[in-house]
């Protein structure tokens, strides 16, 4: 019974959407009625700037830190430490409370590898990061970096568990992306302005 209220809590810290709520204080509407239709970081930077952009994108992460802190604090096994982490990323891109209309999980499922293995992590974070600014797009290079999560698990020697974690997060996050990753195949996507 408390592994399970621990795993919903952690869908619910998901559902928390910094994006929505920062765009209602704002401009007294919904972030998905703008730009891409997306509850994230991206969509809240061509939309209301850098600054509010930061707030949600510090927001998307922590979330992913506190699950996985409360999967190791509270949680029965690895097996659980991982569901947590799978939960705040699908309680943040299909949030019950929002429809079932989130973000991406990006920001997400960065907070929730950096706390889980930081190492693995910010390898591929840091791939990810070169590739948007050489490319300037934003879906290409978060595809990518998130692709590469059970590659760099492997090449660590990291667990079986953690190389299962990584392919589930990175299914997720080209799942998210389809429509990104068509996009970039068609040369419509949009690039992201410094």
Known sequence: MKDFIILLVCYLIGNISFSYVLTKIKLKKDIREFGSGNAGTTNVLRVLGRKYAILVLVGDVLKGIIAIILGKLLASSEMYII?????????????????????????????VFVTYDPI??????????LI???????????????SIFPIVVVMLSRSFEAFIFACCVSAIS?????ANISRLIKGTENKLKF
């Open 83 to 111: 569901l947590c982490g799978l939960l705040v990323i699908i309680g943040h891109n299909w949030p019950a409370l929002m429809g079932f209309r989130g973000g991406k999980g990006i920001a997400t499922s960065i907070g």
């Open 120 to 129: 693995v992590a910010f390898i591929c974070i840091g791939i990810g990061v």
């Open 132 to 146: 948007i600014v050489i490319s300037k797009y934003v879906s290409l290079g978060s595809v990518i970096g998130m």
């Open 174 to 178: 080209i799942y998210k992306h389809r």
